[in-house]
């Protein structure tokens, strides 16, 4: 069952996915929407899964139950050629960059142009500019990767995951160790890359506050369901227990502060003997 | 640029690893001993080739001059058939050259020494060596020589 | 006591697993060559940094140990009077065997290592992952052309270990120790065979380069994505291709100079 790929329908459908790494079960029939030309962030707290949700997504892993389409096409039942059609039309920013080292900044946003099209040199000298021009790192085109601070690094990276102009982007955790500066640029770049390219932006992050201040769709993922979904203002104003915890940080509540044990008392007394008091 | 540097560099890498095995090759083995240039052949039956093996030396008068190039067993003579490969400069071997298989040392390799004969006529490609001598067997001789002193 | 069979039955289980997943590793190398031969740019500056870089320790490594065969041969053929014999012994050792394993296993300490913590490297920092959601098949990009570069390096790095061996014993044996320079090139060529003795160390070292560079670039592949699964790969890189080595060695010698 394939949607029709009109405008108006969802970019990528999840439906009743289901997932296990080992014994552990991250994903245990989670179904979402991800509408067109928007940014939606999926939250959920470590170890939810959310990056493994990105590699299903963009078919680096099977799902063991339910299925993934992406722009009306069934990922899993891509044959190679179509799957790699298909990641011609995403991008995908990586939670350190993932920049290859042994390639100068202009050579990294150079890569998928270089290996997807035919263009003559100067056409493409022009594009990396202009890829480069729109994160704000023209002029650092000559410098090794591994000298970037990890701000700039994940700029390049977004200029290398634009390169091919895609309809898509993933984000995995692009706001992850960043200090308040860097945070702003990369927050205003994805929201205006979004707006300008006219993509679909999918954020994966457990960054509240930057998350709820760019996203039109937020979804919130626990024990490998969706707990909550939609605009970031109607989350908040009807945020069960759980999700009021997660969204404004609390420390204790539905999710327990102590990993659960024993009682302090018993644990203290437990082994001198046992005293009267 | 970068890519011309590694071009140099590998090219010289290349160029070293190939030299190295030209060394090898011509200072270090016999390759030179492999060329075949014009060589004629001549085969000799043997009763007894004792350890010898193909690729032996073929001399005359302790100089080499050629190489076993094929040991097989006639079923026909129930002997040993040696074909020697005797390079085309020394073609003056005449038809009675006697061909002996000698060891160098005492424990050394086993090597085709050849005798020349007085016949005016000379070997050719394809002639037989009419006269042969086996290897000496240790065995055989230790036999001798036990018997001799039993004999006493 | 039946712990231990337990665990000795789940290693070899575990070894098996491995096993099978490098073979399917270098299966899906061996199908991307053609690339190599497309974009040879990329094998090139492979070759640079698993070969070139390696002509260094290479070469001082055969030049000592042509040295010291010249001496400990010199000092054992004394006593039966046959030290013309010398270049013959230390050509024949390097060539047969010196060569081709002593560069493998260095080869395998320098430039196998190398491979792996790059590999483990590149596949910790998600770089492999990046490639594949960009479209660009990192067997392709990344692996075949190591895996021909580390191929195509070793037997030349061997002869050259064995030339320059050759070269150290006629400075020790003729240099020093009073070898007769005539016999020590003639006894030489006499006994060294071009077929059996030269040829024979190619395809050993021509062996030991496939086998060494699939460990190490399959180690680097498999690694996990840690520091200490990089260190770990990496140690385990050097150790398994050494005994690979040894143990090719043994089987190879037997097959090429034991029936022959």
Redesign the interface.
Known sequence: MADPAVEDSPHIVIENLRFRRGRKVIFDDLSMRIPRGQVTTVMGPSGSGKTTLL?LV?G?LRPDKGRIWVDGQEVAKLSTRR???L??R?G?L???G????DLSVFENVA??LR??TDLPEDVLHALVLLKLEAVGLRAARDLDPASLSGGMARRV?LA?AIALDPGLILYDEPFAGLDPITMGQIVSLIRRTNQSLGLTSVLVSHDVTEAMAISDQVVLIADGRVVDAGPPDELEARASDWSAQFLQGRPDGPVPFHYPGASYRDDLLGQGEHRDD | MQVRFFELAVGAFVLLGIGALFYLAVQVSNVTDYHDRDTYTVTGYFDNIGGLKTRAPVTVSGVRIGRVADIRYDPERFRAEVTLAIRSEHDYLPMDTQAAIHTAGLLGEQYVALEPGGDTETLQDSDEVMFTQSALVLENLIGRFMTNMGSD | MTDAIASVGRATINALVVFGRAFVFLMRVLASLDIVLRRFGLTLAEVYSVGVRSLLIIIVSGLFVGMVLAYQGYITLVNFGAAEALGGVVALSLVRELGPVVTALLFAGRAGSALTAELGLMKTTEQLSAMEMMAVNPYRRTFAPRFVAGFLSMPLLAAIFSAVGVMGGYLVGVGLLGVDSGAYFSQMQSVTDWNEDVLSGVIKSVVFGFVVTWIAVFQGFNAQPTSEGISRATTQTVVVASLAVLGLDFILTGLMFGAG
Not at chain 1, 98 to 101: E, G, R, S
């Open positions: 590699r963009g680096q799957l790699y059609a990641r011609k995403m995908m990586f939670q350190s993932a920049l290859l080292t890569f998928p290996e997807h990276a290398r």
